[in-house]
């Protein structure tokens, strides 16, 4: 009985030091590949500077599913109030939050 303890053990003692191996090859591998993705980030600031770009286009169908942030919020609506959405990316981005006006003060 034992011994079949001391087995377990050591089975449990081998496994836990694969686990701990392969967490420390993941970070380092994970610390390389972060200082690679700064300077990407770097290159990608400087390339938006000089091109004067205003948002990251997500899609290329209309401009409120290109640029969300600098759409006008009832755009999607400007064929027809009651449309479908016509664009497939529409349905992905959520439409804007809107706080309801304070009507505390009116009759």
Same mark, same amino acid.
């Given at each position: 009985?034992?011994?079949?303890?001391?087995?377990?053990?050591?089975?449990?003692?081998?496994?836990?030091?694969?686990?701990?191996?392969?967490?420390?090859?993941? =970070? &380092?591998?994970?610390?390389?590949? #972060?200082?690679?993705?700064?300077? %990407?980030?770097?290159?990608?600031?400087?390339?938006?500077? @000089?091109?004067?770009?205003?948002?990251?286009?997500?899609?290329?169908?209309?401009?409120?599913?290109?640029?969300?942030?600098?759409?006008?919020?009832?755009? =999607? &609506?400007?064929?027809?109030?009651? #449309?479908?959405?016509?664009?497939? %990316?529409?349905?992905?981005?959520?439409?804007?939050?809107? @706080?309801?006006?304070?009507?505390?003060?009116?009759?």
């Amino acid at each position: 009985m034992t011994s079949r303890r001391c087995l377990y053990v050591r089975a449990l003692l081998v496994v836990v030091a694969f686990e701990v191996a392969v967490a420390t090859c993941l =970070a &380092l591998v994970g610390s390389r590949r #972060a200082a690679g993705l700064d300077r %990407a980030r770097i290159d990608n600031r400087r390339l938006v500077s @000089e091109l004067g770009l205003a948002d990251l286009a997500l899609w290329s169908d209309a401009s409120y599913c290109r640029h969300p942030s600098l759409a006008v919020p009832y755009s =999607a &609506l400007a064929d027809h109030p009651s #449309a479908m959405e016509h664009f497939p %990316a529409g349905s992905m981005v959520p439409p804007p939050w809107f @706080e309801p006006p304070d009507r505390r003060g009116e009759p």
